[in-house]
């Protein structure tokens, strides 16, 4: 039997960038292209990894989802802090 292996992406909104834990790939627009690389571009992967972060729920390229994905998390995006919202 062969197993489809989803595609898992995080996105980090500061930089525009998705890293595939399944494919050890980030994923980002070069030009006016979508390029996968084993590095992010212009950015340590420890500054990136340090950088907010998100989980996507698609498992498919990137590229179906940046518009709706830059618009929900623009690139000032902080995710919240815990105890932020919590009422008080």
Known sequence: T???VEDDYV???SYGVYY???RH???YREDNAWVARPAPPGV???VLMASP???MNF???PANHHAVVVKQY???WKDKQPGENNGH
Do not use: M
Request: charged share 10%; aromatic share 16%; hydrophobic share 20%.
């Open 2 to 4: 062969t197993f489809l």
């Open 11 to 13: 996105y980090y909104p």
């Open 20 to 22: 595939s834990n399944h």
């Open 25 to 27: 790939q980030y994923a």
């Open 44 to 46: 340590t992967v420890n």
């Open 53 to 55: 972060s998100v989980r």
């Open 59 to 61: 498992h498919d390229s």
């Open 74 to 76: 623009p690139r000032n």
